[in-house]
Nanobody, 124 residues
Framework: QVQLVESGGGLVQAGGSLRLSCAASGRSLSGYAMAWFRQAPGKEREFAALIQWSDARTHYAESVKGRFTISRDGPKNTVYLHMNSLKPEDTGVYYC?????????????????WGQGTQVTVSS
């Protein structure tokens, strides 16, 4: 079992920055992919970014590439999402997820563990 707890969401103006954190506990994350998804009201949950825990390889959705950076801190068992140049369309609940994956996994069913989510609101 993997427990995930997100933090760092909030209200920010367009063009601003936020850093989300996802603290993991319960078992070793070796071999896992850690990802951030987001869900806007009335829309499906969508992939934003992932990082392979073992070698820190990353992959981003086109909509966030160049603005968001995902990183991990091994000793702290924590994954971060640094979000810059935020836009109103980035508004939504951001979820941290963990899944056993040896490839690029961008669909929610590929992840078995989820956090409770943290709200990000970008005002125009």
């Amino acid at each position: 079992q993997v427990q995930l707890v997100e933090s760092g969401g909030g209200l920010v103006q367009a063009g601003g920055s936020l850093r989300l954190s996802c603290a993991a506990s319960g078992r070793s994350l070796s071999g896992y992919a850690m990802a951030w998804f987001r869900q806007a009201p009335g829309k499906e949950r969508e992939f934003a970014a992932l990082i392979q825990w073992s070698d820190a390889r990353t992959h981003y959705a086109e909509s966030v590439k160049g603005r968001f950076t995902i990183s991990r801190d091994g000793p702290k068992n924590t994954v971060y999402l640094h979000m810059n140049s935020l836009k109103p369309e980035d508004t939504g609940v951001y979820y941290c997820a963990a899944g056993w994956s040896l490839s690029i996994a961008t669909r929610p069913p590929e992840y078995g563990y989820w956090g409770q989510g943290t709200q990000v609101t970008v005002s125009s």
